[in-house]
């Protein structure tokens, strides 16, 4: 990181951690203080670890899975787990066993593509909004505001139902345009606190330009606050996509989606009768999503110590 | 005060345009069929859209809000679903309240193995999708029913018995919401001079908890609540459509294409009924702009009280 100490926001204090006594002898740099604080804490480790566990089972897929995910059979409907087919066949004949491992490809792309875009947006906006302020920050507060207020999972239905015809890539450009409004905020927070202080007004009296004091001063000093939210949005956006599939608002049939999957507990004999049709998706969804949480809790903690609940 | 109010009202009026804006966004299907499916592809027509738009302005300066596809008024239809869904949201509003502040206090008060657990689980809660979670409270229920545990109807809005099950189910987040809330509320009250003073004088925690602290809180706390009426909301749709319950949200969902058979003779996903996801939409708004009123309104009063 470069700069002096930096300000502190609603969520994460960006300030860099106070090294403690035994630290100071070993004189971490900020990173390693922040990296060290991170592999300390058991549950963001056991969360990179589960993460990591996710990825390699659903992007592994080809080594494992024999079945094609789209392939329907209509002669071998609603199978119960055997050698052949793992967790059975759904309500199409296709194997459950294949559409899990890949459907978890599909919402671990969703997660991290819309992730990428609501950072890029919401670094953009925010910057502009926190050190600029004045109409521009009015605009885009107001604009933000809009987003806010409005019942998320409405406005998204309403999107997609618009659209007609998503696929993936559609529904992560629709996703990420919707849900930039809270890393904006965040980050227009941590810059207004930022650019009162005393290293930006040095910069501004060295001559640096806007665009210099915001790449090499405030967005260094707001990594924090980027980074945790970044994966609080990935965890939000993996849940949203599974619960618009679910609904069946998201990615179409034949595409293998977890949330999809879940949709066949609706029936009543699946439901009570076919745990391992739906179960494996919810599990999986559950697992990813508190792996997520746990890295974000892990991370928040790391670049702000203060922060940790006890 | 004022100065809030214009701002809400601008900011709504503002809503409901967008909403307009992108309901009526041209969409000029073409069907393509294709071995065993057929399917629309839309095309923007901004001819279209101008037609659409000016039409339906004409038609809200005529004194209507449009028709549903059975053609009947969109106001009546509003008042059948939206009544039942009203009904759902209040209850499960104060079951979520009631339960949020006694877990919260719970979690306070106590510092044992089950309130850090029931801390951990509020928290942990609040990272799963919430359709997974009903779905397995349904699971639960029909399993307890084939123990041998009395029936009641989970389904449907007809029964007492769904509809405060709808509720429950509707009030399970919030909940969760409002206890995280409330306890970090009530916790940062705590190594106030007046909670030492209180302390020093022997008063029970029990009474410096809803006495004391709660009541300092309270203001923090009443902020709080149009960002737990808005999980409640994104939570609706999900009750609704996972228990059949025929209320405003199932029939937005109904409105924007959803095919609730595949019996029908025609997919539903081509009848998209504008003029009711706007008039839907607008409530829903509405409901959350008068939240957000409410609250503010509220909080003005007890902080004016508590300075009295």
Not at chain 1, 261 to 290: F, K, Q
Request: include cysteine; proline fraction near 5%.
């Amino acid at each position: 990181m470069s700069g002096p100490s930096p300000g502190s926001t609603k969520q994460v204090n960006t300030e860099p951690p106070m090294p403690e006594a035994k630290e100071q002898k070993k004189s971490y740099s900020p990173t390693k203080l922040i990296v060290k604080r991170f592999f300390a804490n058991k549950l963001a480790v056991a969360g990179v670890f589960m993460f990591l566990l996710v990825v390699i089972f659903s992007f592994s897929a080809p080594l494992f899975v024999e079945h094609d995910p789209a392939q329907t059979n209509p002669l071998n409907t609603y199978a119960e787990p055997s050698a052949d087919h793992w967790l059975g066949t759904n309500s199409s004949g296709q194997d459950n066993f294949a559409r899990l491992v890949y459907g978890g490809q599909i919402s671990l792309q969703v997660g991290v593509f819309i992730m990428l875009i609501v950072s890029v947006i919401g670094v953009v906006l925010g910057s502009i909004s926190g050190y600029f302020g004045g109409w521009i920050d009015s605009i885009i507060m107001r604009v933000t505001d809009l987003f806010l207020i409005f019942p998320f999972l409405l406005l998204v239905l309403t999107v997609v139902t618009i659209l007609q015809n998503v696929n993936v890539a559609i529904l992560v450009i629709t996703l990420g345009l919707i849900v930039w409004p809270n890393i904006t905020r965040i980050l227009r927070g941590t810059y207004l606190t930022l650019r009162e202080r005393e290293f930006i007004y040095s910069a501004r009296a060295a001559g640096a330009t806007d665009l210099r004091i915001i790449m090499k001063h405030m967005i260094p000093n707001a990594i924090g606050p980027i980074i945790v939210n970044a994966t609080i949005i990935m965890a939000q956006m993996i849940i949203l996509e599974s619960a618009l599939s679910f609904i069946g608002f998201g990615i179409p049939a034949p595409t293998p989606s977890w949330g999809a999957m879940l949709n066949e507990a609706r029936s009543l004999n699946i439901l009570t009768g076919m745990p391992w049709a739906w179960m494996p998706p919810g599990i999986m969804i559950v697992i990813t999503v508190l792996s997520i949480n746990f890295i974000g809790d892990g991370l928040r903690d790391a670049f702000d110590p203060k922060s940790s609940r006890k | 005060m004022r100065i809030f109010l214009l701002q809400q009202l601008f900011l709504w009026v503002c809503m409901v345009v967008v909403v307009v804006l992108i309901a009526f966004l041209p969409r000029d299907l073409v069907f393509v069929s294709e071995e065993y499916e057929t399917y629309g592809i839309a095309t923007m027509n901004m001819q279209l859209y101008g037609e659409r738009l000016s039409e339906y302005v004409a038609m809200i300066g005529a004194g209507s809000l449009g028709e549903n596809r059975y053609g009947t008024s969109v106001l009546v239809d509003l008042h059948l679903y939206a009544s039942r869904s009203l009904q759902l949201i209040g209850i499960a509003s104060i079951i979520a309240i009631f339960i949020g502040t006694a877990k919260a206090y719970f979690d306070t008060r106590y510092k044992g193995i089950f309130a850090r657990s029931s801390r951990k689980i509020g928290q942990g809660m609040q990272a799963l999708p919430d359709f997974f979670i009903i779905i397995v409270v349904q699971m639960v229920v029909l399993w307890l029913f084939r123990q041998g545990f009395p029936q009641f109807s989970l389904y449907g809005n007809e029964d007492l018995s769904s509809f405060l099950f709808a509720a429950v189910l509707l009030s399970l987040f919030p909940s969760m919401y409002f206890a995280n809330i409330v306890a970090s509320t009530l916790e940062s009250e705590e190594g106030s001079f007046y909670l030492i003073a209180a302390k020093g004088r022997g008063v029970k925690k029990s009474v410096l908890l809803i006495k004391h602290q709660l009541a300092n809180a309270l203001p923090s706390i009443i902020q709080q609540i149009p960002i737990m009426f808005m999980y409640l909301l994104s939570n609706l749709l999900m009750v609704e459509f996972l228990t059949s319950f025929r209320g405003a949200m199932y029939r937005t969902y109904q409105a924007m294409g959803f095919q609730e058979t595949s019996l029908e003779s025609l997919p539903n996903q081509f009848y998209i009924e504008e003029p009711v996801i706007v008039v839907y939409l607008t409530f829903f708004i509405s409901l959350g702009f008068l939240v957000n009123i409410g609250s503010r309104v509220m909080t003005e009063i007890v902080t004016r009280r508590r300075l009295s």
